[in-house]
């Protein structure tokens, strides 16, 4: 039987982390994306054989992939973000 549980990558500014949202406490991180999506798939297998030892139930992942969704903003310079904003408060 093969279970599949979505990871999530995000890039900070030095480094990448991930986590498993039906697998609480379980990520990792690392210098490169590479280094962790090999990482993460490590933490998933030793998290799950750790709940196996703990006689806990391994959770059915409930998590899908969704997508992404694409902005473009039409705001080409700062000037004019600063005149949005002022609009938007006012």
Do not use: W
């Not at 039906?22 to 990482?39: F, Q, V, Y």
């Not at 030793?46 to 006689?55: A, D, N, S, T, V």
């Amino acid at each position: 039987m093969t279970i599949k549980y979505l990871y999530i990558i995000e890039q900070g500014k030095n480094n990448f982390s991930a986590y498993v949202p039906d697998l609480p406490g379980c990520a990792a991180a690392g210098k490169t994306k590479a280094e962790t999506e090999k990482l993460i798939k490590e933490a998933i297998e030793f998290h799950i054989e750790g709940m196996i030892l703990q006689g806990e139930k391994i959770p059915v992942p409930s998590t899908m992939k969704s997508g992404f969704f694409k902005f473009r903003s039409a705001v080409k310079s700062a000037s004019k973000n600063k005149q949005l904003r002022k609009r938007a408060i006012a």
